[in-house]
């Protein structure tokens, strides 16, 4: 069983307010990504991290959201200014060394 | 880029029959693929994973067999049961061409089983 944590469960926030939500993965594993599921259940790769450094992302990542990982300290994601469109799940993962990825419970994020 | 399908949006069948979830994918790297499984609010489990063609790979009575030549990882149960009610997803990852690992995932097959 997956032993990745995510908080909050549900953030709620209005057009234009900042949203931040925080991934603690795994214990020892190295990669950490993030994935945004719509209401249409679809996924999308939003950003990945190994040991504090982004390793791929793409470009509305670059412009509206920001991630980091610190070392010792939760991985966050943070969107700038909410938008309507950015409800969805947001679920981050941990990749053990064998190409296994672990999902938490995700954060669902309504933008009102 | 690559690519992930499948074709079942909805699949609804009765409790003892069996049931077959279409995958099929493009890439131009090896292929790694996995079959994820999400219940109702909680997050995808790993179901199975292959890399390796013609191979079976089971578990929790789910099986599957990765198809290089026909592209395929079709996710297969002989005797469902009301708690294999759940999302099903496909997923394809980038690892073996020398990236990350991230997950392309199918659009997901929504399976109910009823009594």
């Known amino acids: 069983n997956s032993k990745v944590i995510q908080t909050p469960r549900y953030l709620v926030k209005g057009q234009g307010q900042k949203a931040k939500m925080r991934c603690i993965p795994e214990k020892g594993h190295p990669v950490v990504f993030w994935y945004q599921q719509n209401k249409n259940n679809e996924f999308k790769f939003l950003i990945n991290?190994?040991?504090?450094?982004?390793?791929?992302q793409i470009d509305m990542t670059e412009k509206r959201f920001s991630a980091e990982c610190p070392s010792n300290s939760p991985c966050s994601l943070e969107i700038q200014s909410s938008e309507a469109g950015d409800s969805a799940l947001y679920l981050c993962a941990s990749l053990r060394d064998n190409y296994e990825q672990y999902f938490g419970p995700g954060t669902r994020l309504t933008v009102l | 880029g690559d690519s992930v399908t499948q074709t079942e949006g909805l699949v609804t069948l009765t409790k003892g029959l069996p049931v077959m979830l279409n995958c099929t994918y493009q890439?131009?790297?090896?292929?790694?693929l996995f079959w994820y499984v999400q219940h109702l609010n909680e997050a995808p489990k790993l179901l199975l994973k292959s890399s390796t063609d013609n191979k079976r790979t089971e578990h929790q009575g789910f099986y599957a067999t990765l198809h290089k030549s026909s592209s395929s990882f079709h996710l297969q149960k002989s005797s469902v049961q009301l708690s294999d009610s759940a999302l099903y997803f496909c997923a394809l990852s980038d690892f073996t061409g020398g990236l990350s690992g991230k997950l392309t995932f199918g659009e997901g097959t929504q399976v109910t089983v009823i009594s």
């Open positions: 991290f190994q040991n504090q450094e982004v390793l791929q």
């Open positions: 890439t131009t790297y090896s292929p790694f």
